[in-house]
């Protein structure tokens, strides 16, 4: 019984040292929060924190690794999937992947509001800060392989300038995120990704002009 409160009390602990840190870091952003303040409010020592986690950065990853992980996973996992199509099949593919990507990665990021909050307001400082231009990379990497895929059978392809490409995707994810956090229901975030999706799409279209 004694060893299922001290559990209990362990527990009751951790959420508290969470919830705290979740809000100091929202407040004042990873540079900003004292760990000093954070272990006051959550009324627990500093020796007792360092109990739990080794750092504040171990603390700001225990509440947004998993998640940013699982978005990577969804950008890898789809990526992986288009490029084991025939090369034939990829380029008439290509806007259902996306689609079914930017979705997927809607559906997690919805539900999980609070660590991409943090993500992309508080982290300044910690590993996660370059998000969103870490997913842009990932994306202009596969249009690069997407270019190449084309140039290795015959196809002639106005290629992008990598600014305007870096610009375009960069602004395109900042966007997306953006609007999954602003006080908007579930069917209106829904309706403006679309519009999203089909601004983003049109676009590359125009620009890609694919030719014999």
């Known amino acids: 019984m ?6 209990e009390k362990e527990n009751d602990t951790l959420t508290k040292i969470l919830s705290v840190a979740q809000e100091e870091f929202l407040a004042m952003g990873f540079r900003g929060a004292s760990l000093r303040a954070l272990v006051k409010k959550a009324g627990v020592t500093t020796g007792a924190f360092y ?5 504040k950065e171990e603390l700001f990853d225990a509440l947004v690794k998993e998640q940013a992980d699982y978005i990577m996973g969804i950008y890898d996992g789809v990526l992986a999937e288009f490029e084991r ?3 034939e099949q990829q380029q008439a593919s290509m806007d ?3 689609s079914t990507g930017l979705q997927k990665m809607f559906d997690y990021a919805w539900e999980h509001k609070n660590a991409f909050r943090l993500i992309l307001k508080s982290a300044d400082g910690t590993r996660y800060e370059n998000f969103i231009q870490d997913l842009a990379q990932k994306d202009m990497d596969s249009t690069e392989n997407f270019y190449r895929m084309l140039e290795s059978r015959g196809r002639k392809v106005e290629r992008i300038d990598p600014m305007i ?3 375009v995707i960069t602004g395109t ?7 999954i956090l602003r ?3 579930r069917s209106e975030a829904e309706r403006g990704l679309s519009q999203l999706f089909r601004f983003y799409r049109g676009g ?3 620009l890609m002009h694919f030719s014999d």
């Not at 109990?51 to 750092?55: A, D, E, M, N, R």
């Open 2 to 7: 004694q060893a299922i409160e001290a559990e």
């Open 51 to 55: 109990g739990y986690f080794k750092s």
């Open 85 to 87: 199509l025939p090369p």
């Open 96 to 98: 259902s992947y996306s």
């Open 165 to 167: 490409e870096q610009l």
């Open 173 to 179: 994810f900042s966007s997306f995120f953006t609007l």
């Open 183 to 185: 006080d908007l229901s």
């Open 204 to 206: 590359w279209n125009s």
